[in-house]
């Protein structure tokens, strides 16, 4: 069936340094990646999201990338603020007439920021 | 509202009893969707919504767990004869898709912690 495998599952980076999370999909279909932000207790917040049609994707200090033939995208993070720290999940969703648009999650990232 | 809505926020029950949960999606959004978050898991698709068309009920763990969705608003997710192993938080996301496979980004509700002692 559809999965998405997510790495690392932790991260510690220094703030200012960069980090980058990485997901792999295996449904070929799919052309739609989101990536969310969940803070403790709180709920998931989409922070960017790809399509298939493009390669990449930036939006201030986030940046997401895509390669379709390895089918893998990856989630940067430039000069990494301690607000940064949360957990991140990325997602993928096929189109089509028999897709509901459903999110097959990956198993998330516990990124720390250290000051 | 503003945003996805559910209630209750936390729901503490013994095991073999029946729950609700009610998400109040964000006005205009056609597509619903629930998903379950075990602790330090990541999120499993339980039950989709989209306007009058049958709902896709591919996730639903076992016959235990049901879901309705009427007048295209509000949706229930019930859990029949609760069990230990349906401790999670149920979050609902939202979405304004017009047709399926538009993939329009889903929005969630801050979701129910379910407890089953």
């Known amino acids: 069936g559809e999965n998405v495998e997510q790495h690392p599952s932790t991260l510690s980076v220094q703030e200012g340094d960069s980090a980058v999370i990485k997901c792999t999909y295996s449904?070929?279909?799919?052309?739609?990646f989101p990536w969310y932000k969940q803070e403790l207790g709180k709920r998931p917040q989409l922070i960017i999201d790809?399509?298939?049609?493009?390669g990449e994707k930036k939006d201030q200090r986030i940046a997401v990338t895509l390669n379709k033939t390895a089918k893998h995208f990856s989630l940067h993070i430039t000069e990494t603020q301690p607000e940064d720290s949360a957990v991140y999940f990325c997602?993928?969703?096929?189109?089509?007439?028999?897709?509901?648009?459903?999110?097959?999650f990956g198993q998330g990232t516990t990124l720390q920021v250290k000051p | 509202g503003a945003g996805v809505s559910q209630s209750p926020s936390n729901k503490v029950t013994e095991k073999g009893k029946d729950v609700e949960l009610r998400c109040d999606p964000i006005?205009?959004?056609?597509?619903l969707y629930w998903y379950r978050q075990s602790l330090g898991q990541g999120l499993e698709f339980l039950i989709y919504f989209q306007g009058n068309s049958a709902p896709d009920k591919s996730g639903l763990p076992s016959d235990r767990f049901s879901a309705e969705r009427t007048g295209g608003s509000v949706s229930t997710l019930t859990i029949q004869r609760t069990q230990q192993e349906d401790s999670a938080v149920y979050l609902c996301?939202?979405?304004?898709?017009?047709?399926?496979?538009?993939?329009?980004?889903?929005?969630f509700g801050d979701g129910t912690r379910l407890s089953i002692l």
């Open positions: 006005s205009g959004h056609t597509a």
């Open positions: 449904d070929s279909a799919s052309n739609y």
């Open positions: 790809i399509r298939s049609n493009v």
């Open positions: 996301a939202s979405s304004s898709s017009s047709f399926v496979g538009s993939n329009q980004p889903q929005h």
């Open positions: 997602a993928a969703s096929r189109p089509g007439s028999s897709n509901t648009g459903k999110l097959i």
